[in-house]
């Protein structure tokens, strides 16, 4: 952090970023918790129910996740976060005033969690989208080490707190505390500086189609790239098989509290803030492209004590190899998203940041899905295991490619031809 000229905390409105995010992550975990735990105890929904649900809270990734990026490229970037947080943030609310009417269903749960993750997507793609522009590209690591450590001290608060408030208060005013969570976030948002434009204002508007292509060509047809988005791919979709039927295994065949389920998922964030605190170093020591093929071979292959997660000792076991999984994606947020945002010119970082969170939360709804149809057809167990085989295999892609042989961050691509007309508008 005291890294001057080059610590990304010199500028205010990082700052502020890292502030109102760190809102914004407590309520979308509380919410992680909450929700799917609502829908099991109080609903009485089952494994395909609560696969389902888990589908659609990223399935807005996979409806409108590519066009997002052309949005962005064209909006605000500070008048999207807000927006994203303030819908979230009534979504939510929506949830305890059902249940203290007595009204509250599951097909309102699933509306929640479907335009939820509309928000999300705008939020996800525009914070990503706006950091090169407020901290400038000589900053990228060290301001991704602060916002995935930032997501990891947020899935251990916010998971941990979502559990324990369900276990104290019930799920809908934890539900609530995520809202008021998110409106916090929203407010704090307003103080980002208004002289951010958005990078990619043309004099010519082109069609929706041609933007969106020239994001996904940027992305499947570099190797680097192509490798780093198959990779967390793979992963998103393991983990997520897993994830989606643990809130039936934890409380109704392990007949564990709500704590136990939002300790278990918090093991996960204390790897991620693990895995950020090593990347910068890690990557002075092997190289840039080195320590992502070899965090993959070091840390993937814990995740297949997850399939042995069980009573007792078990437990720990699986905990353990969560924690250690989720160090290696520690380590991908930081290298792997400075990486992509070091390669991609500034008018197709929304499209960029699109078809990378189409492909990786798209993953989570597949598999959220497919882990509530195993689920449901095989039992939660083989839906465990399925998804553990996943997530321990999903570094081949990376450490397969020509990411592996990075010592340092290549030189940023040149803009594409219609960039001259955005140069203009950041000058």
């Not at 509250?104 to 699933?110: C, E, H, T, V």
């Not at 505390?177 to 998110?182: S, T």
């Not at 990486?339 to 197709?348: A, E, F, I, S, Y």
């Not at 167990?381 to 042989?405: D, E, K, M």
Request: charge should be positive.
């Amino acid at each position: 952090m005291n890294e001057a000229p080059h610590s990304p905390w010199r500028l205010r409105d990082f700052r502020v970023l890292f502030a109102a995010g760190a809102l914004s992550h407590l309520g979308s975990n509380v919410g992680y918790v909450a929700i799917p735990l609502l829908a099991v105890t109080t609903l009485d929904a089952g494994p395909g129910q609560a696969g389902a649900l888990a589908a659609l809270s990223t399935a807005a990734f996979l409806l409108i996740g590519l066009p997002a990026g052309a949005w962005v490229d064209r909006l605000p970037g500070r008048r999207v976060l807000v927006a994203a947080d303030a819908a979230r943030a009534a979504l939510y609310a929506s949830i305890p005033v059902a249940w203290w009417l007595d009204v509250l269903s599951l097909p309102q749960l699933y509306a929640v969690v479907l335009l939820t993750g509309c928000a999300t997507v705008f939020f996800d793609v525009g914070s990503q989208s706006v950091l090169p522009e407020l901290v400038g590209r000589e900053r990228l690591v060290p301001a991704n080490v602060a916002l995935v450590s930032l997501m990891a001290g947020a899935n251990i608060a916010g998971r941990g707190a979502g559990g324990l408030l369900v276990q104290l208060f019930t799920a809908p005013l934890a539900i609530l505390g995520g809202a008021v969570a998110y409106l916090a976030s929203a407010a704090g948002l307003t103080g980002i500086g208004r002289r951010h434009a958005p990078a990619a204002v043309r004099a010519d508007r082109r069609r929706l189609r041609t933007e969106i292509a020239e994001g996904l060509r940027h992305v499947l047809g570099s190797r680097e790239l192509r490798a780093l988005a198959l990779t967390a791919t793979l992963a998103n979709l393991g983990a997520q098989m897993i994830n989606a039927v643990l809130p039936v295994l934890f409380t109704r065949e392990l007949r564990l509290p709500a704590g136990a389920l939002g300790t278990y998922w918090a093991a996960g964030g204390l790897g991620l803030l693990v895995g950020a605190g090593l990347a910068r170093r890690l990557a002075a020591r092997f190289g840039h492209g080195r320590t992502l093929g070899l965090a993959g071979l070091w840390c993937a292959p814990a995740a297949l004590a997850i399939g042995l997660v069980g009573d007792g000792p078990w437990l720990w076991v699986a905990g353990a190899g969560w924690l250690v999984a989720m160090t290696k994606t520690g380590i991908d947020n930081v290298l792997g998203v400075a990486l992509r945002q070091h390669v991609t010119p500034d008018p197709l970082l929304g499209r960029m940041n699109a078809t990378f969170r189409f492909l990786l939360t798209g993953a989570l709804a597949v598999g959220s899905a497919l882990g509530g149809l195993v689920g449901e057809t095989a039992g939660v167990r083989v839906a465990v295991w399925a998804g553990a085989i996943c997530l321990a295999g999903a570094f081949l892609p990376v450490f397969c490619s020509p990411v592996r042989t990075l010592r340092e961050l290549p030189v940023a691509a040149a803009p594409p031809r219609q960039a001259p007309a955005a140069r203009v508008t950041e000058a």
